[in-house]
Nanobody, 125 residues
Framework: QVQLVESGGGLVQAWDSLRVSCAAS????????MGWFRRAPGKEREFVAH????????NYANSVKGRFTISRDNAKNTAYLRMNSLEPEDPAVYYC??????????????????WGQGTQVTISS
């Protein structure tokens, strides 16, 4: 059983940067691909970014490509999402998730077994 705990969310201004973290425990972190998803009020959960077990391959939603960077430190059992140039459509609860590579596409949340509780990212108006 893997436990995931996100942190680092908060209130920022538009075009600011923010890094959220996901600390894992209870399993072998390096065995899992990691993903970030988000859910904005009134919207469905959407894929944000994915990173493979070793960190050598990353994938992004088109809406964040070039602005967000996913990374991981397997020695620290932690995944990160660096968000630059935050835009008005970025506020949401951001969730990290862990999966064993499977037939599910990396952007499909159904393929992720473990989820964190989420961290809120808000942009001040």
């Amino acid at each position: 059983q893997v436990q995931l705990v996100e942190s680092g969310g908060g209130l920022v201004q538009a075009w600011d940067s923010l890094r959220v973290s996901c600390a894992a425990s209870g399993g072998t972190f390096s065995s899992y691909d990691m993903g970030w998803f988000r859910r904005a009020p009134g919207k469905e959960r959407e894929f944000v970014a994915h990173i493979t077990q070793s960190g050598t391959v990353t994938n992004y939603a088109n809406s964040v490509k070039g602005r967000f960077t996913i990374s991981r430190d397997n020695a620290k059992n932690t995944a990160y999402l660096r968000m630059n140039s935050l835009e008005p459509e970025d506020p949401a609860v951001y969730y990290c998730a862990a999966r064993i590579p499977s037939a599910y596409y990396y952007s499909d949340g159904n393929g992720y077994r473990y989820w964190g509780q989420g961290t809120q990212v808000t942009i001040s108006s």
